[in-house]
């Protein structure tokens, strides 16, 4: 049973970093797209970013050039480093994984991730 573990959650203030890690227990992390996920109060949950299992990474325009994926196949812990914050990335992040390879590994189809953790609350302040 694939099971996922977020952490490194908390309050900063704009501009502030946080740095998530998700850790992957119940499969081989490299045969899995993963990736990180969002969800703010009566909003859509929204994708932020994946990576595949070549190692390819995808990102929302809203994040890019200030939050960068990566993963740790050897520790199967997938991270998020989180820079430049601001109010609106305020949301619970969830990590999410995917074994079929039918999906593609993207951050604009949450609906095909199969597995997910239970999420790590992030609050920027003004």
């Known amino acids: 049973q694939v099971h996922l573990v977020e952490s490194g959650g908390g309050s900063v203030q704009a501009g502030g970093s946080l740095r998530l890690s998700c850790a992957a227990s119940?499969?081989?992390?490299?045969?899995?797209?993963m990736g990180w996920f969002r969800q703010a109060p009566g909003k859509a949950r929204e994708g932020v970013a994946t990576?595949?299992?070549?190692?390819?990474?995808a990102y929302i325009d809203s994040v890019k050039g200030r939050f960068t994926i990566s993963k740790d196949n050897a520790k199967n812990t997938l991270y998020l480093e989180m820079n430049s914050l601001k109010p609106d990335d305020s949301a619970m992040y969830y990590c999410?994984?995917?074994?079929?390879?039918?999906?593609?590994?993207?951050?604009?189809?949450?609906?095909?991730?199969?597995?997910w953790g239970q999420g790590t609350q992030v609050t920027v302040s003004s």
């Open positions: 999410a994984a995917e074994p079929d390879e039918m999906y593609p590994c993207s951050p604009y189809l949450p609906d095909d991730f199969g597995y």
């Open positions: 119940g499969y081989r992390g490299s045969s899995y797209c």
């Open positions: 990576f595949d299992r070549d190692g390819s990474i």
